[in-house]
């Protein structure tokens, strides 16, 4: 593609998006609509109906659905909602409804009793907070409004030491303190427990909750149960004598984002043939697959390889290649390049790997932003590559947890 024709007149970022489109050269086709809602290019009643609501759909949606997928009691869940409207019965909001004779934090005496005092600055919850939260990072947690504050931390993916998300330690550890809070207002301070007592009892029922959220249910049908996985050693696998192998990956910074693709050849004794790494634009992760499947045959034709195996982890993009041609695809153009690069006279295998056994492909596509755009052949491996295919042709593996069956099938002998 002539960029030069367009690298001065338009945006960097519309420039990254035209460089990663197909055209079609060989074919007098005809243009074809799509429908842009859906992956496949089909029109949808459902993706219509989405798009004539989209102005009318509540901003905080993800924040609600974040909310409501929390792998935690339904009680939890619904005091974070009702939290978020503001409709939790302080002290100050009963007092306003003339239903409380003050409207103070029945511990602190004299403080107003908000929603964020009780959760985060009265005494027993800062000692708690105190003891979570890295000293660096204090002073934005304990300055942030109630909304802000609530917000962020909800959507915080986070891992913590005792197994749940962020999100879900925070959302539990709130809930506590106000269960906490409420013992203070209807039964008198000497039944709540104090900062020690309190900081260890959130800690407990959290680690318990989670490890009973997680725990297969003795009820059959109550929660989809993942399936057993073994562990398998997995790494690069050999073509047999006569057939060359093929190694193709492709990666997209932000899905869609700036993404490349790499690939190499080498023989059954896992010598290196030829290699290439290619900078496509801006495109999502199935997009530069397929840019990796269409460089790499190309590739292999050109060093007259006739006998290729290729080995993806993408099975998203081998399902794409193998289905009937569909030409309202958004990815139709690049497909069809494909398909006749498969057409071509020689014996061809397509076979799904995992990223174990594709490390040195999966390398070459990280490292294509370090060149200009488009495709650059190697006649020989980049230097800090050089260990990998060493690895593999030694049969370097790794264990990977895996559901049986689901290993490729034997290599054409």
Not at 216 to 228: I, V
Not at 352 to 371: C, F, I, Q
């Amino acid at each position: 593609m002539r960029t030069e024709l367009f690298n001065t007149l338009l945006p960097m970022e519309i420039q990254h998006r035209i460089t990663s489109i197909a055209v079609d050269t060989l074919s007098s086709g005809n243009d074809e609509l799509f429908w842009a809602a859906s992956a496949d290019g089909h029109f949808l009643a459902k993706s219509a109906y989405s798009l004539q609501n989209q102005e009318f759909q509540d901003p905080d949606e993800k924040l609600w659905k974040t909310i409501w997928r929390l792998p935690t009691p339904k009680r939890i869940r619904t005091f974070m909602w009702t939290i978020l409207l503001g409709k939790i019965a302080t002290n100050s909001l009963r007092f306003a409804r003339k239903c409380a004779s003050n409207p103070f934090c029945s511990r602190c005496q004299g403080t107003l009793e908000t929603i964020l005092h009780i959760l985060r600055d009265c005494p027993p919850a800062r000692y708690f907070w105190n003891r979570q939260i890295p000293g660096a990072d204090q002073g934005r947690f304990f300055s942030l409004d109630q909304d802000a504050w609530l917000r962020e931390n909800i959507g915080k993916e986070a891992s913590t030491d005792m197994g749940p998300s962020w999100g879900t330690f925070f959302c539990t550890a709130v809930w506590l303190m106000w269960k906490n809070s409420c013992t203070t207002s209807f039964k008198g301070e000497q039944a709540a427990l104090y900062p020690p007592s309190l900081a260890y009892s959130i800690m407990a029922k959290v680690k318990l909750w989670h490890e009973a959220w997680v725990a297969p249910s003795p009820m059959p049908g109550n929660r989809r149960q993942p399936a057993d996985r073994v562990t398998a050693n997995i790494g690069w696998k050999q073509p047999p004598e006569g057939w060359i192998a093929l190694n193709i990956d492709g990666a997209s910074c932000g899905n869609p984002g700036q993404a490349g693709a790499g690939g190499l050849l080498r023989d059954a004794s896992g010598k290196w043939i030829a290699g290439f790494t290619a900078s496509i634009g801006s495109a999502t992760a199935a997009l530069a697959e397929l840019w990796a499947f269409y460089y790499g045959l190309d590739l292999a034709w050109k060093e007259g390889c006739r006998a290729v195996i290729v080995q993806s982890d993408s099975k998203l993009a081998i399902q794409l290649i193998e289905k009937r041609h569909d030409p309202v695809h958004p990815y139709s153009t690049l497909l069809l390049a494909i398909r006749r690069k498969l057409s071509l006279d020689w014996l061809v295998s397509i076979s799904h790997t995992y990223r174990e056994g594709n490390r040195a492909a999966d390398w070459l596509s990280k490292h294509s932003p370090v060149y200009p755009y488009g495709r650059h052949e190697l006649a020989s491996p980049p230097s800090g590559l050089i260990p990998i295919p060493q690895d593999d042709a030694r049969g370097v593996c790794f264990e990977r947890q895996i559901v049986p069956g689901t290993l490729a099938p034997a290599l054409p002998s």
